[in-house]
């Protein structure tokens, strides 16, 4: 009875790391399956939010709901017009050359950094969560005795975690209908699919450029604001989402929006299976062994298209 109860509550904490990894990976992903930019300051995004989110639930001070709706409403957009004028001030004169684009990207990356700990200082903000009640967990098995049902029995979780995996689940179905469904979707697929040749067509492509790169920062500061009730924000907290939501991108094919669902499940469960039965370290090692098999066997990824 030990291992599946285990293995339950392990699944469904690696569900909550899947779910904000997915919205984090899925704004790397957009970013460069339209611009072609990698963005090495995606991290730093997802910082800027949660530090941002506990800024405003702090100054709303009233109920800890009403503070954290502020928050998610508020903090993602700011970091998306944020990003938009890192894109047209930065990003624009450059031309979106790879190379320098990975410089420009890293150097907004310590701005962004520094200016947050000069501003809002290097200690961990907490942000209470708008709920958060314990929820007990089933668990049933054939025993001796026939079929046995054990609730509750010990082991739970938080209803503000469960409520993270459904807001992430929304907020994707909703991007992927306005991508598929919108005419702003078309709009930016066409400009995927050839620049230039939506350019010709009449669509302001450098202004769809500073949307998605807004778009993509956005994505990240809202799985910030959903992920901080759960893990403070810190002004170097911006490593880790990084460098998973690029094995995501990396697992899932670049620029491939299922493929970077996908991905982001795989990891994001294993994270906290292996986690939970073994060490963080090991789930990292892990991910990065995926990410050399994938390389190695299929370097387009699980989804991504060969450019060949």
Do not use: C
């Not at 030990?2 to 904000?20: K, R, Y």
């Not at 928050?71 to 990003?91: H, K, M, S």
């Not at 958060?132 to 001796?144: D, H, M, T, V």
Request: charged share 10%; hydrophobic share 55%; net charge neutral.
């Amino acid at each position: 009875m030990e291992f599946g109860p285990h293995l339950l509550l392990a699944s469904l904490e690696g569900a909550t790391t899947a779910a904000v990894l997915a919205l984090t990976a899925m704004g790397l992903s957009i970013v460069f399956g339209v611009m072609r930019v990698v963005n090495v300051a995606h991290g730093e995004f997802y910082m800027l939010g949660a530090v941002l989110a506990w800024f405003i639930a702090t100054s709303v001070g009233t109920h800890p709901a009403l503070g954290f709706v502020a928050a998610l409403l508020i903090a993602p957009l700011l970091v998306g017009f944020l990003a938009a004028g890192v894109d047209r001030l930065i990003l624009r004169h450059i031309n979106y050359d790879p190379e320098r684009t990975i410089v420009a990207t890293i150097g907004t990356l310590y701005i962004l950094q520094q200016t947050t700990l000069m501003t809002f200082g290097p200690d961990a903000r907490p942000v209470e969560p708008p709920f958060n009640s314990r929820i007990a967990l089933p668990w049933f098995e054939w025993g001796e005795n026939g079929f046995e049902f054990y609730f509750p029995w010990g082991l739970s979780t938080t209803s503000y975690k469960l409520f993270v995996i459904a807001a992430a689940v929304v907020i994707l179905i909703t991007l992927w209908l306005a991508i598929t469904r919108t005419k702003a979707g078309l709009i930016m697929r066409a400009t995927q699919q050839d620049s230039d040749m939506a350019q010709a067509f009449g669509i302001p492509v450098k202004t769809v450029y500073s949307v998605v790169f807004g778009l993509g920062a956005g994505l990240a500061a809202i799985g910030a604001v959903l992920v901080v009730p759960i893990q403070q924000a810190y002004y170097l907290m911006g490593h880790d989402p990084l460098l998973l939501s690029f094995i995501v991108v990396i697992i899932g094919g670049l620029g491939s929006l299922p493929g970077t669902i996908i991905a982001a499940i795989l990891i994001g469960i294993s994270d906290g299976i292996i986690s939970v039965f073994f060490t963080p370290t090991l789930a990292k090692i892990f991910a990065t062994l995926v990410v050399a098999m994938v390389l190695v066997f299929r370097p387009t990824g699980l989804l991504g298209k060969s450019t060949s």
